[in-house]
């Protein structure tokens, strides 16, 4: 059975993927798990209840890869929580449902964006609940991926202490200097910078490294939607910082490059260089 998780695919390849290598020897106050995965156990659950090879585990998690954040279950849902299936995740055997524990895993041969070949994942998990393959499927057909980001995004700016709020399009505007030039009108062709990230704050898009951006206003597809709506509100010489959701970004389906988790929103640095 196959849920559709609002999960990234590149992090369900970091969990579906079993044959970890990783350099030899112990690492202290952790247990071997096997196939080169370590763990270390924090806070035991009471019931004791284990996965059966069907059933899911329902967990909160963050994973860091040294000092970056590469995912945060947090940030990712309106629960908080992912759904991870117990045969595509055979190290959490270890695991009863209430545990807390940190897993160091390889970085070597995961498809991660950025993903050194060597050093290993911390993966801090907290097993809220197993569940049975229908309880999942259950569980996976009743969230709300529009509300779910209005918690997430919620979430995100209670967390950095920033008053602000969603507008009636659902951006958030953290930033505004409108600028002082010419705007933007059909058929000119626009100059800017953008830089993009993931509310875990990984960079998903950075037009400096590859020397700017260059479009004709007016031409459908050439820029995201939020990132027209906020240029049309800016002049020569603006700035902003926005936070948009996925249906003003890349929508229920992701970026092309799978960089972009589906239904995720994204916060935007944009500038607005020329109009000519």
């Known amino acids: ?34 196939e080169g995965v ?9 019931s004791g209840k284990k996965a059966g090879p069907d059933d899911y585990y329902e967990v909160i998690m ?23 299936q117990s045969e595509a995740s055979k190290y959490f055997s270890v695991l009863s449902e209430g545990d807390s524990a ?16 060597t050093g290993m994942i911390e993966m801090n998990v907290k097993v809220l609940r197993i569940l049975s393959a229908d309880e999942a499927a259950e ?50 062709t626009v100059d800017i910078q953008v830089k993009g990230e993931l509310l875990n704050g990984r960079i998903v898009d950075d037009s400096r490294t590859y020397g700017g951006l260059s479009f004709i206003w007016g031409d459908e597809g050439q820029v995201l939607p939020g990132i027209r709506m906020v240029l049309s509100r800016m002049k020569e010489g603006g700035n902003a910082k926005i936070i948009l959701p996925s249906r003003l970004a890349f929508g229920s389906g992701g970026s092309s490059t799978g960089i972009v988790p ?13 109009t000519r």
């Open 139 to 188: 569980l996976e057909a009743n969230r709300d991926a529009d509300a779910g980001e209005v918690l997430v995004i919620k979430r995100y700016l209670a967390r950095k202490g920033i008053k602000a709020a969603q507008d009636s399009s659902g951006m958030v505007q953290l930033e505004m200097n409108a600028g002082s030039g010419k705007s933007p009108e059909k058929g000119d």
């Open 62 to 84: 963050l994973n860091r890869f040294g000092e970056e954040v590469i995912f945060d279950s947090q940030l990712e849902s309106g629960d908080g929580t992912l759904l991870m």
């Open 38 to 46: 370590y763990y270390k156990l924090h806070y035991p659950g009471e």
């Open 1 to 34: 059975m196959k849920l559709n998780s609002t999960v990234s695919v590149s992090f369900l390849v970091l969990v579906s993927s079993l044959l970890f290598s990783c350099s030899e020897g112990k690492y202290p106050g952790y247990s071997d798990a096997g």
């Open 262 to 274: 589906a239904n995720t929103p994204v916060i935007y640095t944009i500038e607005l260089l020329h």
């Open 102 to 117: 940190t897993f160091l895993l390889s970085g070597a041969g995961l498809a991660l964006p950025g993903m050194p070949d």
